[in-house]
Structures are given as C-alpha cells and as structure tokens.
C-alpha cells in the first residue's frame, strides 16, 4: 500500500496570504495525485487531479505541483471560503487508492 | 449534473450488517463510463477507501476490509449498495459514495455521505 503522508497537519495563515501544502508519497505515483476540499459537515470537492489539473469550476488561485513523491497544492491568496481540511489521494496503484492524513489551514 | 445520494439506518448493532444505498440520479450507471465507490470517514478523522463496483458487476474491495464488504449494484433503479458484515465500533464512521472520474481513481462527484454509528 502506498502511504501518503501531508504537512503540515495544521496551517495557519492570514487571508489574503499564500498557503502551501505538502503532499508526500512512500513510492512514485507519476502524476497520478488529486487533491480534495472539505469543509466541516461536507463531502470533499475535488479540487485537482493529475497533479496540476484544476477541477470544473475550481478558481485559479488553486493549483497544483510535482510529480514522483513530493507534490504541492497553493493558494495564492486566501479567502475567506477556502478555511478548511485539504486531502491529497493517489490513484497511481488504482484500484487500490490511498489519502492523505488531511491538512488543517486556520486563520492566522 | 450528476447527483448521488446514500441512504440507510443511522445506528446499528454490534455485530450486525450495516446496509447502505447510493442513488444516483443525472446520469447513468449503466452508461460503462465509471466505476462507482464507497469512502468512510470515522469521526475527526481521515478518508478511507472501502471498495468500487462497475455497472457490470466486477467490484474490487481495499484488502483490509475485504472479508466484510459487498458492493452490489442495481441497475434498473440506478443505485449501488454497500453491506458491510459483522460491525463493531470502529467501524462508526460517515459513508460517502461517489463517482471515479474516468475509470482513473480520483473522485469527481460525492454524495452528501451519512453517519452510521455502531452502538447497542
């Protein structure tokens, strides 16, 4: 099983400011990555998929970064609406799909 | 726009079944396109992979739950089921379906997800 491991578990950053999660695969999982939104008392929205690819109706001051382990999600500039847990899950060793543990982003 | 929403009892027993549906209305499981999932997430917790059925019936399970799971699938109604056998507390947790985008394994779309606790 590939074991996908993010940091940190809580970030706390001011609106406005740019917020940069981590994302960590034991093994390669090519760009086979997608990150998820959730919001408290609702499902995870999908966010990115192959590493980069914003989701319909994502805004771009989302995007996503890397390839092999080590991937990136940013925010360049905070809302208000994007407090919340963000998940990355590979989907390289399809059917057998893992996530991450969750980033927290707060407000500063 | 494609919608699913699961349905099924809130509490069940220690030991017992616990049953849910997944509706999906806006679109076709029949259509061959996707493969149709089940995540949970107990409470505060992370996101886990339970299992995914294509409209055929061909179904796949995450190894560690895979002696308790069955997915099924009823294609005239446009739903998929889960059964998940012989429950105990850890298994209280919130249950998402949702859609596999393009059969690649990331999650397009998601049902709302419903609680189910396992308490006596």
């Known amino acids: 099983e590939i074991v996908m491991t993010q940091s940190p578990a809580t970030l706390s950053v001011s609106p406005g400011e740019r917020a940069t999660l981590s994302c960590r695969a034991s093994q390669s999982v090519s760009s086979n990555l997608a990150w998820y939104q959730q919001k408290p008392g609702q499902a995870p929205r999908l966010l990115i998929y192959?590493?980069?690819t914003r989701a319909t109706g994502i805004p771009a001051r989302f995007s996503g970064s890397g390839s092999g382990t080590e991937f990136t999600l940013t925010i360049s500039s905070l809302q208000s609406e994007d407090f919340a847990v963000y998940y990355c899950?590979?989907?390289?060793?399809?059917?057998?799909?893992?996530f991450g543990q969750g980033t927290k982003l707060e407000i500063k | 726009q494609v919608q699913l929403q699961e349905s099924g009892p809130g509490l069940v027993k220690p030991s017992q079944t616990l049953s849910l549906t997944c509706t999906v209305s806006g679109g076709s499981i029949s259509s061959g396109d996707y493969y149709w999932s089940w995540i949970r997430q107990p409470p505060g917790k992370g996101l886990e992979w339970i299992g995914y059925?294509?409209?055929?019936?061909?179904?796949y399970y995450n190894p560690s739950l895979k002696s308790r799971v069955t997915i099924s699938v009823d294609t005239s109604k446009n739903q998929f089921s889960l059964k998940l056998s012989s429950v105990t507390a850890a298994d209280t947790a919130v249950y998402y379906c949702?859609?596999?985008?393009?059969?690649?394994?990331?999650?397009?779309?998601w049902g709302q997800g419903t609680l189910v606790t396992v308490s006596s």
């Open positions: 899950q590979q989907y390289n060793n399809w059917p057998l799909v893992t």
């Open positions: 059925i294509y409209y055929s019936g061909s179904t």
């Open positions: 192959g590493a980069s």
């Open positions: 949702a859609r596999v985008s393009d059969s690649s394994g990331y999650l397009d779309y």
